[in-house]
């Protein structure tokens, strides 16, 4: 069985870590259910979707990817 390390968020969002792959993954690269032997607690960070709501178009790209509101173009040249 693989070993994996169970990390929960602020958010209480949760993922698993692969700490070390077993014998059998490498021999057939098939993950197995994880075996959780350790338990890490970060209070204190968020994951990525949970920052993004609370501090939107923080990022270079956020205008860009923007839809406009119903019925305005979406070219300029349209109107």
Aim: proline share 9%; hydrophobic share 25%.
């Amino acid at each position: 069985m693989c070993n994996y390390v169970y990390k929960e968020l602020g958010c209480k969002h949760h993922y698993h870590l692969v700490e070390s792959w077993c014998p059998k993954y490498i021999e057939t690269e098939r993950r197995c259910p994880p075996t959780i032997v350790s338990k890490q607690y970060w209070g204190d960070d968020i994951c990525a979707a949970c920052r993004e709501e609370q501090q939107p178009g923080k990022n270079p790209w956020a205008k860009a990817t923007q839809r406009p509101p119903m019925g305005e173009a979406y070219c300029e040249a349209e109107r």
